[in-house]
Structures are given as C-alpha cells and as structure tokens.
C-alpha cells in the first residue's frame, strides 16, 4: 500500500493536456465573441447583477500571452484567497496522509472495520454512500471530503474493490447529494434567497428527488462491483500484526475524525465556522498526522521529514489547480462571461415554459465550466433568470431547482473542477479513466433531471 496520495504521471498529462486546452479555448472565445458586462450593485456585502443593464464594450486589451501566464496572474486575482487556501490544504493533508499510512494507522482502523462487516458488504457500502451523499444534500459539504478520499480508497481495496469504487463510494455520493440538496445552504439556501423564496421551502419534491438519486447511485455502484469484482476477496490482517502504538494512534485519528464530522454538522445546520471549513480540517489533519506520528515514531524530526515527503508527492496537483482557475480568469479579463450569460438569457425569454427551464439547466450546466463556486454562480446569474422565469411562465421554485441541478451534477464531469482534479490525482485515476466510469450513470442522472424539471414546471412547483 503506498504511503503518500502521489499523483501519476499519467494522471498528470492527461489532466493538463484537458485543462490547457479549456484554456485555449476560452481565450479563442475571448477574441471572437463581443465584449460586454452588466452593471453591478453591492446588496449585502455581494455583488449583484442589475436587471436589464447589459451593454457591448469596447475589446479590452487582453494580449494571447496573458493566457499563458493566467496560472500565475490568479495567485493575485479576487480569487486569490481561495485558492491559496486550497493548495494549503492540499499540501497539508498529503503530508498527514503520508504520515499516518507509513505508521499503518489508516490501515490499522480500516482493518478492524473490515473484519467486522466482511460479510455484509453491501450494507455497508449502502450506508456510506448514504451518508456522503446527506453530507453534501444537506450541509453543501464537497471540498471538506478530500481528507476522506484516500482513506475511501484505502477502505475499498480492504474489501476487495478497486479505486473507483473508493470514489464512487465517496467523492460520486458527495456530488450526488449536493446536486440532490435538500437543505443546502451554498446552492439552494442562497438561490433561494435571490429569487426571495422561502429558505429550504418545496423540501418534499426534493426528498423523492434525493431517494431517486440515491437508489440510482446505490444500484450503479453495486452493478459496477459486481461486474468488475465478482470473485473479489476481503484483504485482511490480523490486528495483533500491528505494534501496540498505532493501536494509540488510530484512536487519536479516530477522534480527530469525529470531531471533524461533528464540526461539519454543526456548520451545516448553525452556519457556524462555515466559511472556515476547509482551512480547518486541514488542521485537524495536521494535528492527526504530528500527533501519531509522534506516538509511534517518537521522532519529531522523523515525522516532520515524512511529512514533507508527503507534501512533495502532491505538489503537481498545485500546478492542476491554478491551471484549472485559469479558465474563469481567461474569461473574465476577456469581459466575455456576461456576454454569454446575456445572449442565453435573450434565447430564454422567447421560448415556452418547458423548453425555457431545460435550457436555464442547461445554461447552469454549462457555467459550472466557468465558475465552480455554487454561491458565486448565483450571485451572479440569479437576478436574470429570476425575471426570466416569471416572464415565460414557470414559477421562482422550478428556476432555483434548474440551478441546483445545473450546479451541481457536472461538478463531477468537468476537468476545471478543484475537488475532481485533487481526488483523482489522489486515487491515481485519470480524468479520461474516470469520464469512462461515471458518463452512463450521468446520462441517467441527466435524463432523470429533466423527467424532474418537467413534473415541477407542470405541477406549479411552488411556493412561489
């Protein structure tokens, strides 16, 4: 088993000949589409589009080479903060997973898990996939799983299952239940609020939509274990192989980890630390990796070593995300994003109400490729669709829902995506590998969206 959360080589390529192409691409977009931008209003402390103000200007002056240096241009951009948080956490966590997986400590839980349930595996894929998908359908958790994910892998090929199952069993449910939201504060809770409906109101259409993705999921992922591990064997040890210490050891892991999900819980009902949940776990993890460390080895200098070691194998997953925030700055600096979002909001306003809703999913859909952030994605869009809804006839409820789908689910498809990046550079899983595997359940989920969307525009779905 390795010990770090190094990202392959091929992984790697891959994943930036993806990324370098969007790029190019986006500033294609930037010389051959008109310039032009709303003007904007601060409500709140955030900034709003304002209705009906959309204008052409003048080309700005944004040079072919700047596409190149726009990974290095957004270490100062708006976006700045963000994304050194990011790789922070990124670097941090690695070398916490080094750390614990040289010292068995992950493999020691693990283990004793396994023993226990080997004979019901099924249930207790089940239950995790159950209970990643609520962390995102109700508290907006996606970037707070990364810690989880190699410890997800890990736990898979414990039972005798593959990498992808790792994921799917995780970082898929996560993303499924955040698009699924019943309560989530980041798409839903503040979509909602823009177009002034009631916060978490229609929360019985989306519990039959979460069930609905759930079963999907569930039955995805054990046709995929089933098709590809039917004569799979429980890889197991027995715990006495392991040094008293990491015994120690996975206690303090396992406590950092409760605390971890009791914080998370507690940000997703209170708002509490909310915006402080990523920089957070990283230092729970910190925390974890030093202090068993220390309990087995006995060696700060040892840990520390090993902890950079971690750090080290990561470091090409830096490179992924400032490629993959490039995309958003190309375009921005190009003044070309509100010149899409308005040429789509003209196409909307004449069509009925059906179409009008498949085509603000779509819209969304497509946005996500630009702008990841849920919260920023409505701040930005929702006070022109909102009017667009009522124009064509199909109620504020029905438009919040498009975006929740359009937020969401492509999350899980599109190279520009943060957390996809990282966790399968994590998993050593490349993007085309992983296209491969979750494209069918996709369409599905795709497919059973609309069948949603339609229901809702038909039913009035309400309040408002």
């Known amino acids: 088993m390795k010990n770090s959360v190094e990202i392959g080589k091929r992984t790697f390529f891959i994943s930036v000949l993806i990324i370098f192409s969007i790029m190019m691409i986006s500033g294609v977009l930037t010389k051959t589409l008109p310039s032009g931008e709303y003007q904007r209003e601060i409500v709140n402390g955030r900034e709003i589009i304002i209705e009906n103000s959309y204008s052409e200007i003048e080309k700005p002056d944004y040079p072919v080479w700047r596409w190149f240096t726009a990974p290095i241009e957004v270490l100062w951009s708006s976006d700045s903060t963000l994304i050194i948080t990011i790789i922070i956490f990124i670097l941090v966590v690695s070398g916490a997973i080094y750390v614990l997986n040289k010292n068995h400590v992950i493999e020691y839980i693990i283990n004793n898990i396994v023993i226990r349930y080997k004979n019901q595996k099924y249930i207790l894929m089940s239950l995790v996939i159950l209970v990643f998908m609520l962390f995102g359908a109700l508290m907006g958790i996606f970037e707070e799983i990364v810690p989880l994910i190699p410890i997800m892998i890990m736990f898979a090929a414990s039972l005798g299952w593959d990498k992808l199952t790792g994921l799917g069993m995780s970082l898929l449910a996560a993303g499924f239940g955040f698009s699924a939201a019943i309560a989530n504060p980041f798409s839903l809770g503040v979509a909602q609020r823009i177009a002034d409906v009631p916060v978490f109101s229609g929360i019985g259409f989306r519990l039959i939509i979460f069930a609905t993705t759930y079963a999907l999921l569930l039955g995805f992922m054990i046709l995929h274990v089933r098709k590809n591990h ?100 190309i375009i921005m600096n190009g003044k070309i994003l509100d010149t899409i979002l308005f040429n789509a909001a003209e196409v909307i306003s004449t069509s009925g109400p059906v179409v009008a809703v498949f085509l603000i999913y779509l819209l969304f859909f497509v946005m996500n490729l630009f702008i990841g952030s849920a919260s920023a994605k409505a701040f930005l869009t929702m006070p022109i669709i909102v009017p667009l809804a009522d124009l064509v006839g199909i109620t504020r409820q029905t438009a919040v829902q498009a975006f929740v789908f359009g937020d969401g689910f492509s999350n899980l498809l599109y190279p520009t995506n943060a957390v996809l990046l990282i966790s399968l550079g994590i998993a050593g899983v490349s993007f085309v590998k992983w296209f491969k595997f979750v494209w069918k359940i996709q369409a599905v989920i795709f497919l059973v969206s609309l069948i949603y969307l339609f229901i809702a525009v038909k039913i009035g779905y309400g309040p408002i």
Do not use: C, R, Y
Not at 267 to 276: D, E
């Open 230 to 329: 039917s004569e799979a064997v429980v890889q197991e040890m027995e715990t006495s192989h392991f040094d008293k210490n990491v015994s120690k050891a996975s206690k303090v892991l396992a406590s950092i980890i409760i605390i971890l999900f009791v914080l998370i819980l507690i940000s997703g009902f209170t708002g509490f630390m909310s915006g402080l949940m990523l920089p957070v776990s990283g230092i729970l993890f910190l925390i974890a990796g030093i202090l068993s460390g220390l309990i087995i080895e006995k060696n700060i200098l040892k840990v520390l070593k090993d902890f950079v070691l971690g750090m080290k194998d990561v470091l090409p997953g830096v490179l992924l995300i400032l490629l993959a925030m490039s995309v958003k700055h």
